[in-house]
C-alpha cells in the first residue's frame, strides 16, 4: 500500500473524507517522516504538537459529522519568513534566533483557519537572499535529488526547505516566498510546483520583510491542483497590508481546466540566452508543444529590456533591504551584542556585524550605498525607470498573448559550494524569474522533465496581472502532458 | 573599481554594520564587482521615462481615525534583549 506521505494534497483531502485514514494518523506519519529526514535540514523548528492539535480538531469534526474545513487535518510546513505565534520564527538569521513571535501572519492564520496544520518552520536563506540554501544560519538544506556522481545537490533558494519538504513528502505542501524567483527556482530544482501570485494577492503582514515591493507568498505542493486548493486558502484582501488587493479570490482548483483552446501562448526571444546548456533549450520547445497539443496557439514574442532586468533588480531589492532591515538594532527583539564600554551605535553596530552573515550584509551595503547622497539618482532612479520600461513590455505582449511560457531556470540543481564565490554567478540563476517579479505577475514553475542526469527541470508560465488562473491552467496542461512522476531515491 | 576602501568603511557606518578593517578591501571587491555589473543600466534611454514604484495600481485606503490595536506591553516587551521598567533598556546615550 502507498503510504500517506506519498498521496497528493487532494488524495489526502479525500481519504479524509472517506475515512481511510484518520487525521491523528496523517499527522503522526508526517511528523515522522519529518524527524526521520533531519539530514535534508529542511526544518529549523518541528512542531509535531501543532500538527497533531489540527488533526484532532479535523477527527472530531469528522466523527461529528461536521461541514469540513476546506484544509482540515491537511498537515503543512511554513516557511521561516512567516511569523507563527509562540513558534521561533528567525527569517534563517542568527540575529532573529530566538525570536518568539506574538502575533500570526496573515497567510499562514489563513491556511489554520481553514484547518490545516503545521509540522514546523521551514529552513531558508537567510532573509530569503539567497538562490541555494546555502546562507542560511541554521546550514544548508540538502536537495533530496543527488548527482550524477551521488554528490549533494542545492534545494534552490530561497525557498528550499520548502521545496526539499515537499520533494521528499514530509508534507504535502508548503509555504513559499518569491521577492526575484524564491518559489519558482527551488520548485523546478527539486522536480515540484509553485506559484507567485499577483503581487497584492497574498498578504505581506506578518511576513519578515525583504523587498516590500516584489514581496509575495504563494504555495509550493507536488501537483497543480494543490497549488490551486493552497493558493485559495492563502490568497485574500487584508487591511493590514496597505499593498493587499480587495479583489475576490476565485474557487481556483474548481475552475482548472487543461483545454487552452483560444489561449495564445508567447515565447520571449530575449529568453534565449548565451551559455544555457541545450537540454533546457529542449525541454522548453517541448513545453512549448505541450501547450499546443492543449490547443494554444503559440507565437514568438519580444520583451526587449529583458536582460536588464537582473541589474534592476539587484538595485531595488537591496535598496529596499537595506531600509526594511534597519529594524534589526538589537533594542527591540533579536540579538544585541554590547561592546564593553559601547555606547548605541556601537550596539547597533556590533549587533548588526554578528547577527547578518555574508550576503545579508552585502546587500545592505549595496542598497546602503545606492540610497545614499550623491548616488540615488544614478541608481536607485535610474532602477525604477528601468523597472516601468520592463512592466511595459510585458503590458505590450499581453496585447498578442495570454500567457508566456519559459525555463524556470538557467540549469538543474547544482552542487554544494559551486556558486558561492561568485555572487553574480549565483544571481544569474534568477535571470528568468526575476522580470516577471518586478512587473508583479503571476508565475509558476511546473516540472518539465528531466536533465541529462537525471535532474528535474521546470517550466515557468508567466500571466497577467490577476490572471493566477491562466496560469494554473496552462500549468496543469503542462503537467497533464508532461506525465512528470519522477521522484528523488530515499536515501536520507 | 567603483568603491574604495574608504568608502566601504563610510557605507558601514551608514548601514549600523561595523566592518573588521581586514574585511574592508575584499568588500570593496566585491562590491565593485556587484556595482559595476549593475552599470549597464547606463546603456538604456530612461529620458522622460516616470520612475515606478507601486507596481500593481492599488489606491492607500483611508480609515477611520480610531485605535484599533494596543494595551499590550506585555507582547511589545516579550521579545526585547533587555526591558526594565516596562520600557525598553539600552546602553546610555547621553553622558
Known sequence: ?492 | MSVDADTVRKISHLARIEVPEERVEPMAKELSNILDWVEQLGEVDTDGVEPLAAVIPNALRWREDKITDGNVQDKVLANAPKAMHGFFAVPKVIE
Open chain 1, 1 to 492: 500500500m502507498t503510504a500517506v506521505t506519498d498521496l497528493t494534497l487532494a488524495e489526502m483531502r479525500a481519504g479524509l473524507r472517506a475515512k481511510d485514514f484518520s487525521a491523528k494518523e496523517l499527522a503522526e506519519t508526517h511528523n515522522a517522516a519529518v524527524e526521520g529526514a533531519r539530514a535534508l535540514n529542511a526544518f529549523t523548528v518541528e512542531t509535531p504538537e501543532i500538527a497533531l492539535a489540527a488533526a484532532e480538531a479535523a477527527d472530531a469534526a469528522i466523527a461529528a459529522g461536521d461541514e469540513l474545513k476546506p484544509l482540515a487535518g491537511i498537515p503543512l510546513g511554513i516557511k521561516d519568513l512567516f511569523c507563527t505565534e509562540g513558534v521561533e520564527s528567525t527569517a534563517g538569521s542568527n540575529i532573529l534566533k530566538g525570536f518568539i513571535p506574538q502575533y500570526e501572519s496573515t497567510v499562514s492564520a489563513r491556511l489554520k483557519a481553514d484547518g490545516a496544520g503545521m509540522l514546523g518552520k521551514l529552513n531558508m536563506d537567510e532573509f530569503a537572499m539567497g538562490s541555494s540554501n546555502e546562507t542560511s544560519a541554521w546550514g544548508n538544506v540538502v536537495n533530496p535529488w543527488r548527482g550524477k556522481g551521488n554528490e549533494a545537490l542545492v534545494p534552490g533558494g530561497s525557498s528550499g526547505g520548502s521545496s526539499t519538504a515537499v520533494a521528499a513528502n514530509l508534507c504535502p505542501g508548503a509555504t513559499g516566498t518569491d521577492t526575484g524567483g524564491s518559489i519558482r527556482q527551488p520548485a523546478a530544482f527539486t522536480g515540484i510546483c509553485g506559484i507567485k501570485p499577483t503581487y497584492g494577492r497574498c498578504s505581506r503582514w506578518g511576513v519578515v520583510a525583504f523587498a516590500s515591493s516584489l514581496d509575495q507568498a504563494g504555495p509550493m505542493a507536488r501537483t497543480v491542483t494543490d497549488c490551486a486548493v493552497l493558493l485559495k486558502s492563502m490568497c485574500g484582501f487584508d487591511p493590514k497590508d496597505s499593498t493587499s488587493l480587495d479583489e475576490p479570490v476565485p474557487d481556483f482548483e474548481a475552475a482548472l481546466s487543461a483545454d487552452l483552446k483560444g489561449k495564445r501562448v508567447g515565447i520571449p526571444k530575449e529568453y534565449t540566452i548565451e551559455g544555457i546548456p541545450s537540454e533546457i533549450d529542449a525541454l522548453w520547445q517541448r513545453g512549448a508543444d505541450m501547450l499546443r497539443d492543449a490547443g494554444a496557439e503559440v507565437v514568438e514574442v519580444s520583451l526587449p529590456h529583458t536582460k536588464y532586468a537582473l541589474p534592476t533588480y539587484y538595485i531595488i531589492a537591496p535598496a529596499e533591504a537595506s531600509s526594511n532591515l534597519a529594524r534589526y538594532d538589537g533594542v527591540r527583539y533579536g540579538r544585541r551584542e554590547t561592546p564593553e564600554g559601547g555606547n548605541l551605535i556601537d550596539m547597533y553596530e556590533a549587533t548588526r556585524s554578528a547577527g547578518f552573515g555574508d550576503e545579508v550584509k552585502r546587500r545592505v551595503m549595496i542598497g546602503t550605498y545606492v540610497l545614499s547622497a550623491g548616488y540615488y539618482d544614478a541608481y536607485y532612479l535610474k532602477a525604477q525607470k528601468v523597472r516601468r520600461l520592463i512592466q511595459q513590455d510585458f503590458e505590450a505582449v499581453w496585447e498578442r498573448c495570454d500567457l508566456l511560457l519559459t525555463p524556470t531556470a538557467p540549469s538543474a540543481a547544482f552542487a554544494a559550494g559551486d556558486k558561492l564565490d561568485d555572487p553574480i554567478a549565483m544571481y544569474l540563476n534568477d535571470v528568468f524569474c526575476v522580470p516577471a517579479s518586478l512587473a508583479g505577475l503571476p508565475a509558476m514553475s511546473v516540472p518539465g522533465g528531466l536533465s541529462d542526469d537525471g535532474l528535474p527541470l521546470g517550466l515557468q508560465l508567466v500571466g497577467k496581472p490577476m490572471d493566477e488562473q491562466g496560469v494554473l491552467n496552462a500549468g496543469l496542461a503542462l503537467e497533464q502532458a508532461a506525465g512528470f512522476t519522477a521522484r528523488a531515491e530515499k536515501w536520507w
